[in-house]
T-cell receptor
Framework: GAGVSQSPSNKVTEKGKDVELRCDPISGHTALYWYRQSLGQGLEFLIYFQGNSAPDKSGLPSDRFSAERTGGSVSTLTIQRTQQEDSAVYLC???????????FGEGSRLTVL | KNQVEQSPQSLIILEGKNCTLQCNYTVSPFSNLRWYKQDTGRGPVSLTIMTFSENTKSNGRYTATLDADTKQSSLHITASQLSDSASYICVVSRYTGTASKLTFGTGTRLQVTL
């Protein structure tokens, strides 16, 4: 596609359930980021994938959070045993080169009841 | 500590007026500074990217300035339009030698009214 695609756009789940959020980056972009944006807050870095290098997971808030990027393209962010504080917008961004301009998706809004 | 501070937190201006948003940073070593516009419920969209050697950069009615000595940047919006209502986010990039790290400001929320 022409831009970064994220799905679902909205997800409502019950506390304790697992959720998967998907990001389809722009074709050919080697780097992919996941961010979390809580209401009225700035973007919080979660994880970064660059080519075949080991991902930078330093931003993941707990071991309930994990992400993978298969074949250097699509990425999935998984949150296990969701908590209410996980409610936020999860944004994915890709860039053609490390340090380059970021292209963001529209985000996945997660609400944990 | 690597930080990006933006001011004001929020701003209301009349359509047609100009405004200036500020960004101060302590990120080091500096690689580049970016301004993004984020409409409500949407992902951020890049406005400008400036490297160390660039003092000013324009994108239509948006003009960003950078003073790398004082570690300050500003985003000037000329002849504001209702569609300029959004959050404006300042992001500073540093290169650690192995990876590019981004530090985000919390944004300035701009509302343009009639």
């Amino acid at each position: 596609g022409a831009g970064v695609s994220q799905s679902p756009s909205n997800k409502v789940t019950e506390k304790g359930k697992d959720v998967e959020l998907r990001c389809d980056p722009i074709s050919g972009h080697t780097a992919l980021y996941w961010y979390r944006q809580s209401l009225g807050q700035g973007l919080e870095f979660l994880i970064y994938f660059q080519g075949n290098s080991a991902p930078d997971k330093s931003g993941l808030p707990s071991d309930r959070f994990s992400a993978e990027r298969t074949g250097g393209s699509v990425s999935t962010l998984t949150i296990q045993r969701t908590q209410q504080e996980d409610s936020a917008v999860y944004l994915c961004a890709s860039t053609p080169v490390a340090g380059g301009e970021l292209f963001f998706g529209e985000g996945s809004r997660l609400t944990v009841l | 500590k690597n930080q990006v501070e933006q001011s004001p937190q929020s701003l209301i201006i009349l359509e047609g007026k100009n405004c200036t948003l500020q960004c101060n940073y302590t990120v080091s070593p500096f690689s580049n500074l970016r301004w993004y516009k984020q409409d409500t419920g949407r992902g951020p969209v890049s406005l400008t990217i400036m490297t160390f050697s660039e003092n000013t950069k324009s994108n239509g009615r948006y003009t960003a300035t950078l003073d790398a000595d004082t570690k300050q940047s500003s985003l000037h919006i000329t002849a504001s339009q209702l569609s300029d209502s959004a959050s404006y986010i300042c992001v500073v990039s540093r290169y650690t030698g192995t990876a590019s790290k981004l530090t985000f400001g919390t944004g300035t929320r701009l509302q343009v009214t009639l």
